[in-house]
């Protein structure tokens, strides 16, 4: 029995294909599907699923697909053999197709299916927000970042992120499109490099050299360019390792606020890659539930139709975490519900090992020196503000 109920005036949406989780990368590969299995298990305990109305998407089709990757590529996705033995070691083969194979991006049973089932379901979410049936739709299995229109990149094959955003654009003038991941929204930036109706804002943990992607510094704003309508569209916060609650959230309102001032957006996608939190397998920050979910919280007090996406996220247990504190956030019960993890789950059982009483709130994790100054994320603020100097709706 539970005390959550339907939130009043506005209807929240969770959109989740339980066909996701049964596909894997390999033994030693960072990125588990089964974490949204954990995720969901958990909102379900909690009894979150009776205040949302709840979709099984369809994976979306070829034609779906092709509004934004290239017919080579999605033809080779949808043909090549998995690989018998996913290889664990790194591979720096210059032959791989389309950066299909290697140790980042394997080839593995399913491939195409789980690709076009994350599709599924983020177009799903984008559909009910374009229709007004949803006010924030959740869509954990999507969040793909990183792929580009001929290329998989970062544990990415399809771009489920760029194909939600296109279907918005058929209903809303301008989308605005923020990244919460460890790592850069590389993708997402340059598939919308060259229109004004689509702002991007990633922030990221930014070390050229030795931090995936490697792009996203102060300065990329889109291409300037022959009067490109997207230039200074593209909006970056390039971070330090072991950054805080406190100074994430100060930082995100300041960018954000400004942003939604002078954007003025219809819709907006939120990325909640949870690999920004602490103890993350491949992340560097210092972020707690409560300072992740203050993100969403602080996205849905703007009051404007949203779709929240997964993406990022390695360890598993601290992934649900997130993820269902954040269902509560976008359905507006986070203050009620219990802070120990219910007693009655499948799920407790991957929390034994932490404690008998495992906390929703409080992650696994040895907490990172903070690199971060005050002096340069008031530098970064400055920047942005001088970008969005060029914006005006
Ligand atoms: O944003 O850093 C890289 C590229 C390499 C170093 C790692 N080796 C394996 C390949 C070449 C330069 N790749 C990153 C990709 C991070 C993608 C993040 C996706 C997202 O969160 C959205 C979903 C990377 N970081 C860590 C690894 N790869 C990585 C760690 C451990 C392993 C096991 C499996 C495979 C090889 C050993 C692997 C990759
Ligand atoms: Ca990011
Ligand atoms: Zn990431």
């Given at each position: 029995i539970s005390n959550i109920t339907r939130p009043k005036g506005y209807n929240v949406s969770f959109h989740y294909q339980p066909?996701?989780?049964?596909?894997?990368?390999?033994?030693?590969?960072?990125?588990?599907?089964w974490r949204l299995t954990l995720t969901k298990s958990l909102v379900m305990s909690y009894g979150m699923n009776f205040a949302m109305d709840n979709y099984t998407p369809r994976a979306a089709t070829y034609e779906e697909l092709r509004d934004f990757h290239t017919q080579d590529y999605l033809d080779f996705l949808a043909t090549v053999a998995p690989e018998p033995v996913p290889r664990d070691l790194d591979n720096h083969n210059p032959d791989l197709k389309f950066n299909l194979g290697g140790s980042d991006c394997p080839l593995f049973e399913g491939l195409f299916d789980y690709c076009s089932m994350s599709g599924g379901v983020s177009l799903d979410a984008a559909r009910k927000i374009c229709n007004k049936e949803s006010d924030i739709a959740i869509a954990w299995g999507g969040g793909l970042h990183h792929a580009k229109k001929s290329e998989a990149s970062g544990f990415c094959y399809i771009n489920d992120i760029v194909l939600a955003i296109l279907q918005l654009l058929r209903h809303h003038p301008r989308v605005l499109y923020i990244d919460i991941d460890v790592h850069h929204g590389d993708g997402v930036e340059e598939a919308f490099f060259?229109?004004?109706r689509v702002m991007t804002c990633s922030f990221h943990k930014y070390d050229p050299l030795n931090f995936f992607p490697g792009t996203g510094g102060l300065d990329d704003n889109g291409p300037k360019n022959e009067h490109n309508p997207g230039a200074h569209h593209a909006i970056n916060v390039p971070l330090n390792d072991g950054i805080t609650d406190e100074q994430y959230a100060w930082l995100f309102q300041s960018v954000i606020g400004k942003i939604v001032e002078k954007f003025r957006p219809t819709a907006i996608c939120l990325q909640c890659g949870a690999d920004s939190l602490a103890g993350d397998r491949i992340g560097r920050f210092n972020l707690q539930v409560q300072g992740h979910g203050a993100c969403v919280e602080y996205v849905k007090g703007l009051g404007l139709p949203m779709i929240i996406f997964g993406g990022g996220g390695y360890t598993p247990r601290n992934v649900a975490r997130a993820w269902a504190y954040e269902t509560a956030v976008a359905i507006g019960c986070q203050g009620r519900i219990d802070p120990v993890i219910p007693q009655h789950t499948v799920w407790r059982e991957h929390f034994r090992q932490e404690s008998?009483?495992?906390?929703?709130?409080?992650i696994v994790g040895e907490p990172r020196q903070n690199r971060n100054t005050q002096k340069r994320l008031q530098d970064v603020i400055q920047h942005v503000h001088e970008q969005l100097r060029f914006v005006n709706q």
């Open positions: 066909e996701m989780e049964k596909h894997h990368f390999g033994q030693t590969h960072p990125m588990k599907p060259s229109t004004d008998l009483l495992p906390s929703l709130e409080q």
